[in-house]
């Protein structure tokens, strides 16, 4: 009886020294090999949205089509476009030529006011002879002559007043004579404006990618700035792993980290940090566009987590992943052999037992 007593308590001795070690071993590990199972495949979700309204004319794409960037996805009904462009090149041409108009008027108001100038020139001429004439012989001329020579001369005066005016307004109506004229201008930007909506019939891939959220047929309205389908891009991935703040304490930019998907069981991937988040959304803060992290809620308050963004030494697995993948993150902070040993041993066998899950 009592060597069973005794041999009871040697084994209770062990099972305390045991948990007491895999206590130890689990806080050094959670501070310098630190893992996480929240961790999930992340992208680029592009909105295809038209810049143009008309009805939808031509599809190229279906539901999950693979997709590269510049392809063509949608077409909308160019035939207003093309009018409206046609429209905007008359008007051009319209403007260039009334242009072309106001130059000759302004040629012909400049060469009324030479030719007034040259009126004026020889009235004054004339009107100044009489006045010598007058002083030196006061009967050579008559009332009348004097008369008709200071008329001429004040007449002139007033035709080359008129014939500067004139001139003047002229050019105020035309503006400049280049493209600088503000009916040219617009009328350039007009066109612009008729191509460029023109151009943006044409729907095309902003990016490599799959095609989502699809729902267009050949007939479809399409408004301006209303999406038509998604655009989930699998050129831009990234995987986010959130990790508690106790993991952060020796976790570092450039990091060696491994990583193993869900969707590809078995298999273990090279990783390194890229970037470990600062702060992430509370309820408690009302701060816009920040990370929401939601962590798992229990007896005792499991600390905060923080995103950290891992990325894949051999990007050939992008090819298979899927955005929301979940995935197994351990990051290797150190050097310890022991550490990262349990640590490669423990994403090995998560890798495994994804088979089963």
């Known amino acids: 009886m009592e060597a069973k007593k005794s041999s009871a308590k040697k084994i209770s001795v062990i099972v305390v020294i045991l948990a007491f070690i895999l206590m130890f071993f689990n806080v050094l590990s959670s501070r310098f090999t630190p893992s996480t199972n929240q961790a999930r495949v992340q992208g680029l979700n592009l909105s295809l949205a038209p810049m143009v309204s008309g009805y939808v004319t031509r599809v190229d794409v279906s539901l999950h089509s693979e997709v590269k960037e510049g392809d063509t996805l949608f077409i909308i009904d160019r035939k207003p476009f093309e009018i409206a462009v046609t429209q905007a090149e008359i008007n051009l041409e319209n403007v260039t030529q009334n ?31 009489t006045q010598r004439v007058m002083a030196q012989n006061e009967g050579a001329l008559s009332e009348a002559d004097r008369d008709r020579s200071e008329s001429s001369y004040l007449s002139a005066i007033e035709r080359v007043k008129t014939a500067e005016a004139n001139l003047e307004g002229q050019k105020a109506a035309l503006g400049p004579t280049d493209a600088n004229n503000p009916l040219v201008k617009g009328a ?8 460029w909506d023109l151009e943006h019939t044409v729907i095309t891939a902003p990016s490599d990618g799959v095609i989502e959220s699809f729902n267009v047929e050949t007939g479809y309205f399409a408004s301006a700035g209303h999406a038509l389908a998604t655009l989930i891009s699998n050129k831009t991935i990234w995987i986010q792993a959130n990790f508690t703040e106790n993991n952060l304490t020796h976790l570092k930019v450039n990091d060696e ?68 993948s979940q995935a197994n993150v351990v990051v290797y902070t150190g050097n310890s052999f022991i550490l990262n040993t349990l640590a490669k041993f423990k ?10 899950r």
């Open 188 to 195: 350039i930007n007009q066109l612009e404006k008729a191509n």
């Open 99 to 129: 242009l072309t108009a106001g130059l000759s008027g302004l040629k012909a108001a400049t060469a009324q006011l030479n030719s007034a100038r040259v009126q004026l020139d020889r009235s004054t001429k004339n009107w100044d002879r």
């Open 347 to 356: 994403i090995w066998f998560t890798s495994k037992a994804s088979y089963v």
């Open 257 to 324: 980290a491994a990583i193993t998907f869900d969707i590809d069981a078995g298999e273990v991937y090279k990783a390194k940090v890229t970037s470990i988040a600062y702060g992430v959304k509370t309820q408690s803060t009302n701060a816009a566009n920040l990370p929401t992290v939601r962590s798992q809620q229990g007896w005792l308050r499991e600390q905060q987590r923080f995103p950290v963004i891992i990325a894949i030494e051999n990007q050939d697995i992008y090819k298979k992943l899927r955005q929301g």
